[in-house]
């Protein structure tokens, strides 16, 4: 009875702080600009997705009249964070969605799911985009738990032509391991179920299952290029070499020298772009 009562006292107890500080997450980057910073028309784009969240973002038009990307960013990020990709993207002939996941920016809801949500937001994107745009070839650009939800919207969805993951973890074990080097902390290790069951509780989904793109990777036969940083210091760069290894083809993958977590456009900023669209104009 003390062991059940310990247990239930601090499974409380971490629901509690994990809901507080992470689930429950803060707005995001809203600031005033806009791609109207680099002389480009947009437009101010809502659409519903489940449980009638309403999510907001941009339409970036460019001369082709039937392909889109779908800039997805991570933990905390809105459609500011994923701003400076827009230019090469419309110069290369694509159109360009961007949006606040839910619980971010301008965005409705209030629960954030490390990519499990964030990948039902996507799926409600491509209707948006299929249905009031025009469009029928889609790719996917995601960044950290965005990668990792853009895979998870690969998976469940065959309207997807190719998607780049940058920086994706493969599941939540590891990318705990690695963020805030929890791999070196007992009490953590130990305690990991109890995280995963608290998670279940304040989300009211298995949060570890439905993201363990690691055990469903294999199924996916979308082209996928996967980016990260050797010294990724967040989500180290064995969660990307491990879903590379047991995705089926076509697949690529780039292990950016000297460089940390989402940081490959900024280190380097050409080769980026040009791989990325040598990507895209390989499957789209």
Request: aromatic fraction near 14%.
């Amino acid at each position: 009875m003390v062991l059940l009562s310990g247990v239930g006292f601090l499974s409380i107890n971490i629901w509690q702080k994990l809901d507080k500080t992470i689930y429950t997450q803060g707005q995001g980057v809203v600031t005033d600009d806009s791609p109207r910073y680099f002389d480009l028309p947009y437009q101010e784009v809502k659409f519903e997705t489940d449980r009638d969240i309403i999510i907001r973002g941009w339409y970036v038009p460019s001369m082709s009249p039937d392909k889109a990307i779908i800039l997805v960013p991570g933990f905390g990020g809105t459609r500011w964070s994923m701003l400076w990709h827009v230019p090469f993207l419309v110069d290369a002939g694509y159109n360009v969605l961007l949006f606040d996941p839910r619980s971010t920016g301008l965005s409705g809801g209030n629960r954030y799911g490390f990519g499990y949500f964030e990948s039902i937001d996507i799926q409600h994107a491509i209707d948006f985009l299929m249905k009031g745009k025009g469009i029928s070839e889609i790719g996917l650009l995601g960044r950290s738990a965005g990668a990792t939800a853009s895979l998870l919207a690969s998976l469940r969805d065959d309207r997807v032509d190719a998607v780049v993951a940058d920086s994706p973890y493969a599941n939540l074990r590891f990318a705990a391991d690695d963020f805030g080097k929890y791999s070196h902390d007992r009490l953590f290790q130990t305690l990991f179920p109890v995280y995963m069951f608290s998670a279940r509780l304040a989300l009211g989904v298995n949060l570890y299952r439905e993201t363990n793109i690691l055990n469903k990777i294999d199924e996916l036969d979308t082209p996928a290029f996967f980016i990260h940083g050797l010294q990724d210091a967040g989500i180290g760069h064995q969660n990307s070499e491990r879903l590379f290894k047991r995705k089926v083809q076509p697949k690529r993958i780039w292990l950016v020298p000297n460089t940390n977590h989402i940081a490959a456009f900024e280190n380097y900023p050409g080769e980026y772009k040009q791989r990325i669209i040598d990507f895209f104009e390989s499957y789209i």
